[in-house]
């Protein structure tokens, strides 16, 4: 039963009230609450293994809770419900390690799902894909195979194949965090685009300056817990926990 | 008796009357293990409930001895009413007891495919079916091709075992000979460099497909 809880999400392109989540008997997230509003940047810091991509994933439901609530999208989601995949067409997800299809040219990664799930016609879709994958700035990499590609463009080529279908919001797992240092500034350049663009965003990353530029919040976890969220300004200028305080003295010397 | 040589030679044409059939129950047998592993291993991934139970089918499937299922197919079929031609309940029986190993090596192909490729198929919204079509077996065949590759050849060498059900094929009619000219050992000798020719090219084709699939799409 997908309830619609227009009601008590607003605008929230996402609710998490009290989320919990266990691997075996080990509780990666621990009573997370979070609202997202649409349009809003969300920027997930922290230290390795605090549970940022769970937290992520659990939006795409890849990862499923087994206690609160999670409502994406005005719908709310848990572990077995019918019509994910759906659901999913409208969350775009960019990976650490792109995940693009090896055995598909750049143009193929971003027509798939279009054909296939939305259903459009092939010269549609190449259309979109185009579109897109201009957006990205590598159109001429078009009829590639991703391996052809450098990490830096592979990853564009990751966001154009999710921008394409259309998504009301974009989650980012780490999407620098794979990459060569003179290839992260292309990839934070098209998100920073995104983000003009008005796309609601939610991105695992520890690029600060890209956190200090984009972001409308700043959400700081620790040991599975949201321990902190603040604006950028108020975040780096004076961090109340001291977790927080540690974290980004490593971060920024 | 010694070894003829020219009677090894001058029996040939009555041998190969057989190999028509040997080829055909070797294709038959290998689409249809191919086919009936591959739906073994997506049933046993498709539900957890399920899973023991594919589980159970595919262990007892190997470890009865491929005689013994053919002899049964082809004895106890008829009780329920379904007769069909021996060739067809032999490569049946071929198919159902190879298809037990190829659903193996159709598990290690696809858990070789990383997990992050179902994972942004699914967060595409891809249904199960698509991610498993377009984006998990594609690259599933590629790590299955050299394995599969040697089932080929293991399951042309198994073709013989239908002799025991009278189907036509290279041994039966080098059996044939035997009774009819009370010499064993050309007829044995001629079936055996037969079967080698016979995996030789099969080989050299086999190498080839890979080399063609290798060249059409690189790995990693
Ligand atoms: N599939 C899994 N099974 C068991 N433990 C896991 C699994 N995935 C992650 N973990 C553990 O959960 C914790 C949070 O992981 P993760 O969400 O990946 O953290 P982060 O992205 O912040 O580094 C870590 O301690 C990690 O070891
Ligand atoms: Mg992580």
Redesign the interface.
């Known amino acids: 039963m997908a309830l619609q809880t227009n009601s008590c999400s607003g605008n929230a392109a996402v609710t998490m009230e009290q989320l919990c989540k266990w691997y075996g008997s080990f509780q990666v997230l621990h009573n997370v609450d979070l609202s997202v509003a649409v349009g809003e940047r969300i920027v997930v810091c922290g230290p390795s293994g605090s549970g940022k991509s769970t937290l992520v994933r659990c939006i795409?439901q890849?990862e499923t809770h087994e206690k609160g609530r999670l409502i994406v999208n005005g719908v709310e989601l848990y572990k077995g419900m019918k019509g994910l995949?759906?659901?999913?067409?409208?969350?775009?997800?960019v990976?650490q390690?792109f995940?693009?299809?090896?055995?598909l040219t750049v143009l193929d990664n971003c027509t798939?799902?279009l054909v296939?799930?939305r259903k459009l016609a092939r010269d549609q879709a190449e259309e979109i894909a185009m579109e897109n994958l201009k957006k990205v700035r590598i159109p001429e990499q078009a009829h590639k195979?991703p391996?052809?590609l450098s990490g830096g463009q592979q990853q564009r080529v990751?966001i154009a194949?999710?921008l394409c279908?259309k998504p009301k919001l974009m989650l980012f797992d780490e999407p620098t965090s794979a990459l060569d240092p003179e290839m992260i500034k292309e990839v934070l350049d098209v998100m920073t685009e995104l983000a003009r663009d008005g796309m609601t965003m939610i991105c695992v990353t520890h690029e600060m300056g890209f956190a200090r530029e984009v972001a409308d919040r700043i959400i700081f976890m620790d040991s599975g817990r949201i321990i902190e969220q603040a604006a950028p300004s108020k975040f780096f200028k004076n961090p109340e926990h001291p977790r927080a305080q540690q974290f980004l003295g490593q971060m920024l010397h | 008796m010694n070894f003829n040589f020219s009677f090894a030679i001058e029996i040939v044409p009555r041998v190969l009357e057989g190999i028509g059939n040997t080829v055909m129950i070797a294709i038959i047998s290998f689409i249809g293990a191919a086919a009936l592993g591959l739906f073994w291993e997506l049933l046993r991934r498709s539900h957890a409930t399920v899973r023991p139970v594919v589980q159970f089918v595919i262990d007892a499937i190997r470890s009865t001895p491929a005689l013994v299922q053919i002899y049964f197919l082809f004895f106890v079929l008829p009780y329920y009413g379904v007769t069909l031609p021996a060739l067809l309940v032999g490569s049946f029986g071929l198919s159902f007891y190879y298809s037990g190993y190829m659903s193996e090596v159709f598990k290690a192909g696809i858990d070789a495919v990383p997990a992050g490729q179902s994972e942004a198929a699914q967060s595409l919204g891809l249904s199960w079916a698509d991610m498993i079509r377009f984006v998990i077996l594609p690259q599933m065949l590629r790590n299955v091709a050299a394995p599969l590759g040697a089932y080929s050849i293991s399951i042309l060498k198994s073709t013989p075992l239908l002799a025991v059900i009278s189907v036509p094929e290279l041994l039966g009619s080098a059996l044939d000979v035997a009774s009819d000219t009370y010499r064993y050992a050309e007829p044995m000798f001629d079936v055996g460099v037969l079967f080698l020719a016979m995996s030789l090219v099969a080989v050299a084709g086999i190498t080839q497909l890979e080399r063609r699939l290798g060249l059409t799409a690189p790995s990693h």
């Not at chain 1, 995949?85 to 997800?93: I, Q």
């Not at chain 1, 995940?99 to 055995?103: D, E, G, K, S, W």
Request: hydrophobic share 50%; no cysteine; charged share 20%.
């Open positions: 795409n890849l995949a759906e659901l999913r067409r409208d969350v775009g997800m990976f390690q995940n693009l299809f090896p055995h798939l799902a296939r799930a195979f391996t052809q990751a194949r999710a279908m």
